[in-house]
Nanobody, 126 residues
Framework: QVQLVESGGGLVQTGGSLRLSCAAS????????KAWFRQTPGKEREFVAA????????YYGDSVKGRFIISRDNAKDTVSLRMNSVKPEDTAVYYC???????????????????WGQGTQVTVSS
C-alpha cells in the first residue's frame, strides 16, 4: 500500500517557525516531483510549494514566497517544508503530494500529483 505520511504539525505563535516532513512508503518517489498544499474549511486546496525530482528547482505560492522553504532527501525519500515567520493566515491542514511520473518538474496544479498524504494541522496563534 502506497502511503505518504506527514508529521510536524501543531500550534505555533505568530512569527515563529515550524518544520513539516513527509515520508513515503510502499513505493519510491525519489525520482518524482513533490509538493505541499494546504486547505482551510470551506476553501479550495491551495498550492504552497513544489520541488523537482532532483531538488534543483523549487516553486512557491505567492503567499509563502520568502518565508517557506521546501527541500527533499532522496536517500530517505522524504520532503520537508520549513515554515518561517508564520502568520495566522497560514493556519490550515497541510498535505504533501507526489507525482507518479519519474523525472518530473515542479507544478502548482493538483492534477499533476497522483499521491496524497492525509494531512497535518498547523495552527498559528496571534
Amino acid at each position: 500500500q502506497v502511503q505518504l505520511v506527514e508529521s510536524g504539525g501543531g500550534l505555533v505563535q505568530t512569527g515563529g517557525s515550524l518544520r513539516l516532513s513527509c515520508a513515503a512508503s510502499g513505493r519510491t518517489f525519489s525520482s518524482s516531483a513533490k509538493a505541499w498544499f494546504r486547505q482551510t474549511p470551506g476553501k479550495e486546496r491551495e498550492f504552497v510549494a513544489a520541488i523537482s525530482w532532483s531538488g534543483g528547482t523549487t516553486y512557491y505560492g505567492d503567499s509563502v514566497k520568502g518565508r517557506f522553504i521546501i527541500s527533499r532527501d532522496n536517500a530517505k525519500d522524504t520532503v520537508s517544508l520549513r515554515m518561517n515567520s508564520v502568520k495566522p493566515e497560514d493556519t490550515a491542514v497541510y498535505y504533501c503530494a507526489a507525482d507518479s511520473r519519474r523525472y518530473s518538474g515542479t507544478s502548482s496544479s493538483m492534477a499533476n500529483y497522483a499521491y496524497w498524504g492525509q494531512g497535518t494541522q498547523v495552527t498559528v496563534s496571534s
